[in-house]
């Protein structure tokens, strides 16, 4: 059986295209990369986060043993992070109660409601992304 040379290179370009596909795997986030970093939420289902003078850039700080703490735009929080399967929670979540108006109340409200549930976890260098059913939060590590 004789192979024309359009033969031959269609079935190369398709073993380099298929080795190619096969080798992008997401390698899984483990509780490690979380740690020891402070992560500044930046979007919220696609949509730029605000900040000014009275809202404090809301943040995600996860310490040595998975102690989750942080502001989710006028409120601290604080709890326990777990991290099972590439997915993330904080369990036992605890926040202060102070009065927050306008679009802070609303942000403030998706992202109490997201770290307390089970969100899909993805992390490309320095962007972490946490993603359940309703929302995406996105989150940029503080330099």
């Not at 605000?50 to 989750?68: E, Y």
């Not at 703490?69 to 979540?93: M, P, T, W, Y």
């Amino acid at each position: 059986m004789k192979l024309s040379s359009k033969s031959l290179l269609a079935a190369t370009v398709s073993a380099i295209v298929l080795a190619g596909c096969a080798s992008h795997k997401e390698k899984p986030v483990t509780s490690e990369d979380l740690q020891s970093h402070r992560w500044e939420l930046v979007k919220i289902d696609d949509k730029a986060v605000k900040t000014d003078a009275q809202s404090p850039t809301p943040f995600l700080q996860i310490g040595d043993k998975m102690t989750a703490s942080g502001n989710a735009g006028c409120n601290n929080f604080f709890g326990q992070g777990l991290v099972e399967d590439s997915k993330f929670r904080i369990e036992k979540l605890a926040l202060t109660m102070k009065l927050c108006l306008g679009d802070v109340m609303d942000s403030e409200t998706i992202v109490q409601q997201s770290l307390s549930e089970w969100n899909k976890l993805s992390l490309n260098k320095n962007t972490l992304t946490l993603k359940n059913s309703a929302h995406t939060l996105t989150y940029k590590m503080a330099k």
